[in-house]
């Protein structure tokens, strides 16, 4: 299978994080690099660093160049849905990153537009392509009935201290999509809907700034008979993983959960006794899965599989929406 040609948009933290680790990646291969014009200079400079070919400050000139099969949108979060649109409408497979709309209507607008020009249309979340999450999958069953799940995903930005000295930025800003919820805790929710399904009832018990971003907030899922717990913080740190436990035992994830560096099962005993089962170590970039899988499902054209993720992340659309109009 010859490597996915992308075309890269956007010169943001998770996009230089993600050409780092290019040579991790053979299964895609970056023809172009295109930015806002003040942002050239640093394409240009990471365009020769990672001998990409091509920069571009406008995203007409850089669809209509061409040389490339799929738009990797990494924008800041308010700015995903109109660059999709456009790369969409140029005609171009787009792999978009996380969170993937500010809405499920938006979400859905943009599946109709991909349909309708024949392309596929991606969310880059991490979590489902792990190996791990295919373990905790697998032993799911060991567990029983839940009875209890939590997650937590908190990290300190690096923006925070910004944001107390009034200097703006996007992660902090509600125009922008910013906070806790969309940023950190969509982890965590695509964990737990992965493993456990949709909730009946949902709420958000954010904690927020002045200007009312959610620097933090936990996500209560009500299941009927148990209801999970999802923590995110960009204000605070914190220890970080899940656990998902039962009458027969208990899931653990060490670790954030966009990574989930350890992972494992504990079946029967009874405080904190047990038989344990680890599950696989990643051996590769964590973002390495997801662009190996999202190659491959657009080489062989892999409708089933897009849907299957597209399923996966309009629910998990859908639950954000219902958080954030149930937040206190």
Same mark, same amino acid.
């Not at 925070?160 to 950190?184: E, K, R, S, V």
């Not at 653990?252 to 099962?265: H, I, Q, R």
């Not at 054209?301 to 629910?315: G, I, P, V, Y």
């Given at each position: 299978?010859?490597? @996915?040609?992308? =075309? $890269? ?8 994080? +993600? /050409? !780092?680790?290019?040579? %991790? ?95 596929? @249309?991606?969310? =880059? $979340? ?8 295919? +373990? /905790? !999958?697998?032993?799911? %069953? ?83 008979d148990v209801t999970a717990a999802a923590l995110a913080a960009k204000d605070s740190d914190s220890v970080n993983g899940a656990v ?85």
């Open positions: 299978m010859q490597p @996915l040609k992308l =075309a $890269i948009l956007s010169t943001s933290r998770i996009v230089e994080e +993600f /050409l !780092q680790h290019l040579p %991790e990646m053979p299964e895609v291969s970056v023809q172009a690099l295109c930015c806002r014009p003040r942002s050239g200079d640093k394409a240009r400079a990471w365009a020769a660093q990672h001998g990409i070919p091509a920069v571009y400050t406008d995203e007409a000139a850089c669809y209509a160049a061409g040389g490339f099969d799929a738009v990797y949108i990494g924008t800041a979060n308010h700015l995903h849905y109109g660059a999709a649109r456009r790369a969409l409408a140029a005609g171009y497979h787009v792999i978009l990153e996380k969170p993937f709309t500010g809405t499920a209507a938006e979400a859905r607008d943009l599946y109709a537009l991909a349909d309708e020009k024949g392309v596929l @249309l991606l969310e =880059a $979340i991490t979590t489902y392509y792990l190996p791990q999450f295919a +373990f /905790l !999958q697998r032993e799911l %069953e060991k567990v029983g009935p839940v009875r209890g799940a939590m997650a937590s995903f908190c990290a300190r930005s690096r923006r925070y201290d910004d944001f107390l000295n009034g200097i703006w930025n996007t992660t902090f800003d509600p125009a922008c999509q910013g906070g806790a919820l969309g940023d950190m805790n969509v982890y965590n929710l695509h964990l737990l809907v992965g493993l456990l399904g949709m909730p009946k009832r949902a709420e958000y018990r954010p904690s927020r700034a002045e200007n009312g971003i959610d620097t933090a907030g936990m996500a209560l899922l009500d299941y009927g998902i436990q039962g009458p027969g035992g208990r899931l653990v994830v060490e670790g954030g959960t966009n990574a989930m560096p350890v992972v494992y099962s504990v079946a029967g005993g009874v405080r904190g006794g047990g038989t344990r089962t680890d599950g696989p170590a990643g051996d590769r970039f964590r973002m390495a899965y997801e662009f190996a899988e999202f190659a491959r499902i657009i080489a062989e054209k892999d409708t089933a599989a897009e849907k299957t993720a597209r399923a996966r992340t309009l629910a998990v659309m859908d639950l954000l929406d219902t958080l954030r109009q149930n937040a206190e």
